[in-house]
């Protein structure tokens, strides 16, 4: 998050904000937050989840926003100021969403399920806002010095990244084989899912509309494991999480490289129909 912070221009982000009208806006909210969940829900009637499987993906599937996508976008061509401004909208969202939407689904199951909106707004604060304003305060006060370590800090941060995802995948290596593979092709649909929905959102743009769908498919999983261990009080749903979190990236690579044709870039791509 700092790293992406150096890479932001305020003015850019303000702008990407502006351009949306409030269908944008109504079209955003229900990709983003109604209908992955939805999906989920809809999945758990046709397929043989066990509770803490269905908890998970439902977890994931009310948590957007990862933060560790956005410079991944811009290696790729995609617009990362566009996934940045998504990515803090979303994260402004978050503490009102999140526990309307997990209050709405376990009464339909009858619980009374309330998780506190000031518990999000700490994880949000200091996991993604605070550590992306030092970032662009850096950037500002001290350019020079900022560039000259932001190479390190992404390196830092993928270095962490894939030491964080062996020891999941050591961890979890057993509970993962005995899982119900009807897991795997739930975490599979709710990735497609995810893509589908903003590629719907009637966006200006091809390259805009792609990048929101890479964007909605990396669903925070760090966040929903904290809530549905910590909040909800079912560790068990580890390995549903962990599915998504191998999953997703896959996809998302795979849709990455459908995307765009050989020799194009960001600047070159086509608007959309």
């Known amino acids: 998050m700092v790293s992406i912070g150096m890479s932001l221009n305020v003015r850019e982000l303000i702008a990407n904000w502006r351009r949306l009208t409030l269908a944008h806006w109504a079209e955003l909210l229900l990709a983003t937050f109604i209908l992955p969940p939805a999906l989920i ?12 499987e269905l908890l998970g993906l439902f977890m994931v599937a009310v948590a957007p926003g990862a933060p560790l996508l956005t410079r991944a976008i811009a290696k790729k061509g995609f617009d990362m100021h566009l ?20 209050f709405a689904a376990g009464k339909l199951y009858d ?25 662009l305060a850096l950037m500002y006060f001290i350019p020079a010095l900022s560039r000259r370590f932001q190479p390190g800090l992404i390196f830092l941060g993928n270095a962490i990244l894939t030491i964080a995802m062996v020891a999941l995948l050591v961890k979890m290596g057993p509970a993962l084989r005995q899982m119900s ?8 649909l709710l990735a497609l899912g ?28 760090g966040l929903a494991l904290l809530l549905s261990g910590h909040y909800l009080h ?5 390995p549903a999480v962990a599915c998504y979190a191998l999953a997703a990236p896959l996809l998302m690579a795979i849709a990455a490289r459908f995307v765009r044709a050989p020799g194009q870039t960001a600047g070159t791509l086509a608007p959309a129909a």
């Not at 604060?125 to 970032?135: D, E, H, M, R, Y």
């Not at 593979?181 to 599979?188: C, E, H, K, Q």
Request: proline residues 9%; glycine residues 4%; aromatic residues 8%.
């Open 234 to 238: 079912n560790r068990n749903a580890l």
């Open 181 to 188: 593979p009807w897991v795997f092709v739930a975490a599979i």
């Open 83 to 102: 996934a940045a401004s998504y990515q803090v909208w979303g994260a402004v969202l978050t503490p009102v969403m999140i526990p309307l939407i997990v």
């Open 194 to 221: 995810c893509m589908a929905a903003v590629i719907l959102v009637r966006w200006h743009n091809r390259i805009g509309s792609f990048t929101l769908a890479l964007s909605n498919t990396n669903r925070h999983v």
């Open 41 to 52: 829900l809809l999945l758990a009637r046709i397929l043989p989840l066990r509770p803490p």
């Open 111 to 135: 619980r009374d399920i309330w998780i506190p909106p000031r518990l999000l707004i700490e994880q949000i604060a200091t996991k993604q806002f605070v550590p992306l304003l030092i970032g």
